[in-house]
């Protein structure tokens, strides 16, 4: 199972033209201050469960499973689906959220690893798909959630199923992002650091990888911690009135 490469300009077309739709058809009756991000949600949707599935098949079909092992094609294809899809993105925020600082550099920081480990190293694409089949495993649940937050004002449904997926998205996205991930960087910050892939993945490399990944899991942990503290004081709110109605 092989794709041809390269393949970068046909993803980017793939999620332009996704994206479009998305903006000017299918939530073309949501207000335009909400039509961007729903945009979003749609090609992220389109990114992340493919993405998680196509790493974890690239990842498992090659038999050397190797931190410092020669990207395969198949693996150099599902890194370019991956860029395709951030610089789409990037794009949006750049449109609409110029002063989203923290998107926009995150969306740069995931490029330069993915970039780099495509065109530049050749090398260490199965540390960067397990991390992006762990940064992508939650994408479902998240957009799902991000979109029923953006209606929930002006939908009752949207508001029950964001108050339904809250908790549950909560749990598994603070359980992957705060255990198995930093996990799996503790063991990649181990094999680099002993200096045995140094000759196909540079020191300064594989540090600016760590780097980006450990500030990546460090802003995320503080997002869903965020959360958790918002749905705890939304939930005092709820017990607070209900005992005055009593």
């Not at 410092?68 to 990037?90: G, K, R």
């Amino acid at each position: 199972m092989q794709f041809t490469t390269p393949q970068l300009p046909l993803f980017f077309t793939m999620f332009f033209t996704i994206y479009i739709i998305a903006h000017f058809i299918i939530f073309r009756n949501w207000s335009p201050k909400l039509r961007p991000e729903a945009a979003s949600c749609l090609i992220s949707l389109a990114h992340g469960t493919p993405a998680t599935i196509l790493a974890t098949i690239a990842i498992f079909s090659d038999p050397t499973q190797q931190f410092a092992s020669l990207n395969t094609q198949f693996q150099n294809s599902v890194l370019e689906y991956s860029i395709a899809y951030f610089l789409m993105d990037l794009c949006h925020y750049l449109t609409f959220y110029p002063k989203d600082v923290l998107f926009i550099s995150h969306h740069l920081a995931t490029l330069f690893v993915f970039v780099t480990c495509r065109y530049l190293a050749l090398h260490g694409a199965y540390p960067v798909l397990v991390l992006l089949a762990l940064a992508e495993v939650t994408s479902l649940f998240q957009n799902l959630w991000t979109l029923a937050g953006a209606r929930k004002g002006d939908s009752e449904v949207a508001h029950q199923v964001f108050d339904l997926m809250s908790v549950p998205f909560y749990v598994v996205y603070s359980f992957v992002r705060g255990f198995i991930a930093p996990f799996f960087v503790y063991k990649m910050i181990g094999f680099y650091s002993s200096g045995v892939a140094d000759n196909v993945v540079p020191k300064w490399l594989w540090v600016s990888w760590i780097c980006v990944v450990v500030l990546a899991i460090s802003v995320s942990v503080l997002w869903v911690s965020g959360n958790w503290v918002e749905w705890y004081r939304v939930r005092m709110v709820r017990i607070e009135k209900e005992k005055k109605i009593r």
